[in-house]
Each structure stands twice: as C-alpha cells, then as structure tokens.
C-alpha cells in the first residue's frame, strides 16, 4: 500500500527557514513526477512546487526564488527548501504525486510563520 510522510515543520519567524521531507513508501517512487502541496486555513489545497522523475522544477508563483524542491530516489523521499518564510506561507503541507495524486494523502506538516 502507498504511504507518504511529511516532517520537517514548525513555527518560524518570517524570512526565517524550513526544510520538509516527505517519505514514500509501498510505490515505484521514481518514476512519477512529486509535487509539494499546501493548505491554508479557508482556502483550498493548491500546489507549490512539482519535480519530475528526471529532476525539472516547476514552482507557483507565490514562492518562486524562495522555495526549492529535490528528490533522492534511493531513499524514496522528496524535500522542500522554503527559505524567506512569509507569514502568507503558513499551512498545513503535503506531498503526492503529480498531476495525478494517489488518493491517500499523508497528515502533513504545519508551516506557521509568525513573528
């Protein structure tokens, strides 16, 4: 069975940093494209950064230049780099694949960016 894991949350004052790591488990991790999904409270779950399994990044727009993702296929595991926080950041995070997400979602990891 499919199993993600995200970690790597916390409270951090803006233009502070994060480092999220999700574990996949149960999959042929590295051949489908990842992507790094977040939910802020009253909005919908919208996606932040996306990697294919041969590397190439794409970011929204809201983060770009400030967020980096990375994937290491031998640990079936994909990260988010979230440098220059901004209290607009501050959500639940999630990982999947991408377009196509697997309909179990892990639990996330909270981002809240505070000063």
């Known amino acids: ?62 983060v770009k230049g400030r967020f980096t993702i990375s994937r290491d296929n031998a640990q079936n595991t994909i990260y988010l780099q979230m440098n220059s926080l901004k209290p607009e950041d501050t959500a639940v995070y999630y990982c999947n694949t991408h377009p196509m997400p697997v309909n179990n979602w892990g639990q996330g990891t909270q981002v809240t960016v505070s000063s």
């Open 1 to 62: 069975q499919v199993q993600l894991v995200e970690s790597g949350g916390g409270l951090v004052q803006p233009g502070g940093s994060l480092r999220l790591s999700c574990a996949a488990s149960g999959w042929i991790f590295s051949i489908y494209p990842m992507g790094w999904y977040r939910q802020a409270p009253g909005k919908q779950r919208e996606l932040v950064a996306k990697i294919t399994s041969d590397g190439m990044t794409t970011y929204a727009d809201s």
